[in-house]
């Protein structure tokens, strides 16, 4: 597995910098701004349903 600090030094450079950072996101202030709601299934319940990975 390529850790986060080989892949800024490596490949990713000034923006490997970005994918260390500890920083959280929410959508909240694109639902208040625009009343946009997700309708599809988050990140993790479309990961487990097993159509991006093959099921060992």
Same mark, same amino acid.
């Given at each position: 597995?390529?850790?986060? *600090? ?7 450079? =000034?923006?490997?910098? !970005? !994918? ?7 959508? *909240?202030?694109? #639902?208040?701004? !625009?009343? =946009?709601?997700?309708? #599809?299934?988050?990140?993790? *319940? ?6 991006? !990975?093959?099921?060992?």
């Amino acid at each position: 597995m390529l850790r986060v *600090a080989e892949l800024h030094r490596s490949t990713l450079r =000034w923006l490997g910098g !970005f !994918f260390g950072l500890d920083t959280p996101a929410s959508s *909240a202030l694109t #639902q208040a701004r !625009f009343g =946009w709601k997700p309708e #599809q299934p988050g990140l993790l *319940a479309d990961l487990e349903q097993g159509t991006y !990975f093959a099921r060992a």
